[in-house]
């Protein structure tokens, strides 16, 4: 790794931004500059308890508000006698051929809670390391010798299900040769799209130690009662804050926590890069009783600045110019493949019978952009055969354009595209950033890329306070 030139670094830095790549899942590079050491504090001062309902609540917060530690530990000093040596072995190995070696600040801040059996609340940037510190929780706990469910986590796609599996079952293979041979745990991916009767039968058969399951295939297999958590010691909500944001699927996951409460006998991890209001996200936790009440917030929240060879800019126009503008900006631009982000519809558009904004972009394109390029929709609501032919066109090569909603495009990896269009300006900075993400991904490739913004004038200050969270410039179009 060290052999690349320096030039080449912002694109493995912006590979390791994004939560699609799995070294980045496994193994987030090394800060170079090592922080001194972190402060825990509690979570509500009284005069922010004071806005809420008067019930005591013992959560803790852990914040980088100083720097970590010269003396920080490494992942095995830290998980030795509570995760099964087999597993740091391999995860070291790995770690070591693609140039990662110590932890990241939320596996070091996170990891002595998580390993000590409260419950967490994972609170940070994509791409830090949130899926290697609950895995390392899960084989902490697991017992290989028991053939029961013993750990579940919960994603929004059925791609983010796929990566976060990979590795799970990386971590959890046989030990090599040299290694002392011994059972080791099976993992199974019950996402959308997959043969409820095969999983059936592979249940009947031998439960799985580990499932990583989407909500509306775990509900369903919980609904048919072939499916049980008795046995369940850990409990993950993968970006939580997507799915309590989706009408889709909030009230599912809203099901899942009141039924299985974690005043039962397991923990519970939720991990998100964006937890808005999080201090009433937490109250509510606790009040649920989604968490125990000495749930602890672990917030790792640095902002790291986007790689140089990415371009932003904007265009304004008027509501009914928005299309118009589009066309203007991909004839200009001629892109060989690229991301067109559309907004959700709203329940009331849905009530008033309306076309989504997706179907409406399809259908303008198609009629109205000549360009030799496959025009294809990725939106929540499709059904599984449709999605995966969409995405199959795209990675069969040649040129694409993909219109796309922010839960669809979740965990999709294309690192082809160059070019991201907003042609509705997402809603958080966070959002941003997954959407930027999809852009600059061919690892150290020079080539320049764009995130275009298509906005209305009052739409500007809500540009210029992503450009100041995720410090980048954006350039003013003259269309």
Known sequence: MAGFAATQLPSLTWILSTKTSLPCLLFPRKNPNPKPSTTIKRFLSSSS?????QTPLKSSLITNTAEISERASTLREICEGHVPDHVLQRR???????????????????????????????????????????LLLIFSVINVQRSAVQALIVVPTRE????????????AAKPMEHEVEQKTCTVMALLDGGTLRRHKSWLKAEPPTIVVATIGSLCQMLE?????????????????????????????????????????????????ASIP????????????????????HVHVNPVQPMPSRIHH???????????????????????????????????????????????????????????????????EDMNFNSRAASLSEVRQGGGYLLVATDIAARGVDLPETTHIYNFDLPRTAVDYLHR?????????????????NIIMSEERFALQRFENELMFDCEELSL
């Not at 983010?160 to 971590?171: D, E, F, N, P, W």
Request: glycine share 6%; aromatic share 8%.
């Open 49 to 53: 308890r004071s806005k809420l309902p």
């Open 92 to 134: 070291c190995r790995l770690a070591e051929e693609v140039g990662f070696v110590l932890p990241t600040d939320v596996q070091r801040q996170s990891l002595p809670t998580l390993l000590s059996g409260r419950d967490c609340i994972l609170h940070a940037q994509t791409g830090s390391g949130k899926t290697l510190a609950y």
């Open 160 to 171: 983010l299900g796929m990566q976060v599996t990979k590795v799970a079952r990386m971590l």
């Open 224 to 272: 048919k009662q072939i499916f049980k958590l008795e046995a369940m010691r850990v409990l993950v909500i993968d970006e939580v804050d997507f799915m309590f944001r989706s009408s889709k699927h909030a009230s599912s996951l809203r099901k899942l926590l009141t039924s299985y409460s974690s005043i039962n006998d397991h923990q519970t991890v939720f991990a998100s």
């Open 277 to 296: 209001q999080h201090r009433h996200f937490l109250y509510d936790c606790i009040q649920q009783k989604w968490t125990k009440s000495d749930v602890v």
């Open 313 to 379: 800019r904007f265009a304004i126009c008027s509501k009914n110019e928005r299309h118009q503008t589009l066309l203007s900006l991909l004839q200009s631009d001629a892109p060989k493949s690229g991301i067109i982000f559309v907004g959700e519809q709203s329940e009331k558009s849905k009530k008033a019978g309306n076309a989504p904004s997706t179907t409406r972009t399809i259908e303008f394109l198609k009629t109205s952009y000549g360009e030799c390029l496959e025009i294809l929709l990725l939106e």
């Open 436 to 452: 930027a993400g999809r852009t600059g991904r061919k690892p150290f490739s020079d080539l320049k890329c764009t995130v275009t």
